[in-house]
């Protein structure tokens, strides 16, 4: 992921104003490690830290039109841009990037061209014909965006947070799906799809049309001119992303260039659920695996640095993110640019364990449609900035926009969990990869049970976390700790270890506002808490708060301790599949 800042009309068009752009530009220079570029019109800035994965020879950025009247800086990938270019045939184009299209797309269409792109993206276009500019984010934001103003009216857009929270008066997360045009002063929603009302859907589930629209999610996401992998913990989501990126990738361009070899990454403490298993989809996949081992201490070593690039202070984003951050470290050693990962599933399909108790399909379709509205402010933001700390990319098949309107389009009775017909957890994407003739994974894996990445790198982690947390804050302190922090008050001493950290890097009021707050429990909305009176005293993100539900539950007696129940009488010994029987 590239690094994009923008400032605009900023009354300031001096060299000390250029200097101090360059400067903060280059705080985003992790993210975009390749080239830096800048450009400037007036008091009108645009700086580019880029990351090169498609045309690294020429595809530097700011970006123009033939005569360099549109501008534009952008962090993204365009899928479609081939076909884009067709569409195009009365344009030049300078470079062979992707994002190349963009200013000639707006020449041709004006604003209204957002939405014919196919990818995840930010950008800033500026018009110098007029001195006008547009901002735009992709449809969930998978890529992060910021957008402040200064006292002297000028707008600033940044990547991230540390480009432009000492510089703004105010500042905010930029909505994904929206576009900000300095001509209208104001956002104006560009993706509008028919599950965003909530109305419940009412297509009959079709396996193999679920199917092929993820392996095309999949497939065009294998657009590289740099080396790649997948990242495996062999949970059902990136172990699915795997078998699809092995079984298409021989015929691909990424294929000449670099070897039809997949490379497979997974990281985790000594012995963990998700090493055992990745290890085992790895083999059964062929593909090149890399285990990467973390200790406790070394995630509480890199939380400082997990706080500072990923920007949250939330307990579960904090607990994913490192060891993704640690992971995405090794991988760019090796000189990997860019990653597939299994982000989104199981919010589209509700794959979190405490969807068990969702009390009807309208209620579980409402609860997926939240959770796919919020993802920009937790698994999209910890996929990005975790692996753009290290100059390396992250591409999520489960979150492209055409799988999105097949996925959400299904009934939501089909994605219902139904323990008595042996439907577990993200069911109907069980089956509709269930081939007995051309099986993509092992049964045991296609089936296993959810178990959420801060959990599957090792249960340990999350209670050596808790364990580090109580030695730093004490019962006095959290007793103060609304006074202390009135907004998003810490309940835990975890909550407020992050938090004090948090506030040292980004003391702004605007800062702590970024950071969505709310019970959950196992990574429910605050709404979903209500599914379940019992919830309401366990409010813990991790899915072993489910209580009842997963097979390492917190004991009920005592959901606040870090002990797993031995049995949970709640859930059958043998759960049946079709075609399969899974021991639990």
């Not at 547009?134 to 009216?153: E, N």
Request: hydrophobic share 40%; aromatic share 10%; glycine share 8%.
């Amino acid at each position: 992921m590239c690094g994009i800042l923008a400032v605009l009309g900023c009354s300031d068009d001096s060299q000390a104003k250029r200097v101090r752009v360059l400067e903060l530009s280059r705080r985003l220079k992790h993210r975009g490690p390749d080239w830096s570029g800048l450009h400037q019109h007036g008091d009108c800035y645009l700086a580019h830290q880029r990351l090169a994965i498609i045309d690294p020879a020429s595809g530097d950025q700011p970006l123009f039109n033939e005569d360099k009247t549109i501008a534009v800086t952008v962090n993204g990938e365009i899928y479609n841009h081939e076909e884009l270019r067709k569409k195009l045939v009365n344009h030049k184009f300078r470079t062979g990037s992707d994002c190349d299209v963009i200013a000639h797309l707006y020449e041709e269409y004006g604003e209204d061209f957002v939405d014919m792109l196919d990818g995840i993206f930010s950008f800033v276009l500026l018009d110098t014909r007029d001195n006008s500019f547009i901002v735009a984010r992709d449809a969930i934001g998978v890529t992060s965006l910021y957008i402040g103003w200064g006292l002297d009216g000028s707008v600033w857009i940044s990547s991230e947070l540390k480009g432009l929270n000492d510089d703004c008066e105010h500042f905010e997360s930029f909505p994904p799906g929206h576009l900000y045009s300095s001509k209208s002063g104001g956002y104006k929603r560009w993706y509008n799809p028919p599950w965003f009302s909530e109305a419940i859907p009412s297509v009959p589930y079709d396996p193999l049309v679920l199917r092929r629209a993820f392996e095309n999610a999949v497939i065009k996401r294998l657009m590289t001119d740099v080396p790649f992998g997948v990242l495996l913990s062999g949970g059902l989501d990136s172990s699915l992303v795997a078998s699809i990126t092995a079984r298409y990738l021989a015929g691909t361009k990424a294929a000449k260039q670099w070897g039809a070899q997949l490379h497979s990454f997974c990281v985790g403490l000594e012995g963990s659920p998700d090493l055992k298993a990745g290890k085992e989809v790895a083999e059964y996949l062929g593909t090149v695996h890399h285990e990467f081992h973390f200790t406790v201490q070394d995630g509480i070593d890199a939380i400082e640095d997990v706080i500072y690039h990923v920007e949250t202070y939330d307990v579960t984003t904090i607990r994913a993110s490192t060891p993704m951050f640690l992971m995405s470290r090794k991988i760019k050693s090796l000189g990997v640019k860019m990653v597939i990962s299994g982000e989104g599933s199981d919010e589209i399909f509700g794959g979190y364990l405490y969807f068990h108790k969702a009390p009807n399909k309208d209620e579980f379709h409402r609860e997926t449609c939240r959770k796919i509205k919020a993802l920009h402010q937790y698994d999209c933001l910890r996929a990005n900035k975790a692996t753009s700390a290290w100059g390396l990319e992250a591409r999520v098949p489960f979150l492209d926009k055409e799988f999105i309107n097949v996925a959400m389009s299904i009934d939501p009775e089909a994605k219902m969990i139904k323990k008595d017909e042996g439907r577990i957890e993200k069911w109907v994407l069980r089956r509709a990869f269930d081939d007995e003739n051309h099986p993509y994974l092992p049964k045991h894996i296609l089936y296993r049970q959810k178990e959420q990445f801060s959990d599957g790198v090792g249960y340990s982690w999350i209670d050596g976390l808790k364990a580090h947390a109580a030695r730093h804050v004490t019962d006095k302190m959290m007793f103060n700790a609304s006074n202390i922090f009135p907004h998003n008050t810490p309940t835990t001493k975890e909550a407020y270890y992050y938090r004090m950290i948090f506030e040292r890097f980004f003391p702004q009021n605007s800062a702590r506002l970024t950071v969505p707050g709310g019970a959950s429990v196992a990574c429910s909305t605050a709404k979903a808490v209500e599914w379940d009176a019992a919830w309401k005293n366990n409010l813990d993100p991790s899915g072993r708060a489910a209580l009842g539900v997963h097979l390492s539950a917190y004991d009920s007696e005592s959901p606040l301790s870090n002990k797993p129940s031995k049995v949970i009488d709640s859930i059958p010994r043998m759960m049946e599949i079709p075609g399969v029987a899974i021991q639990i």
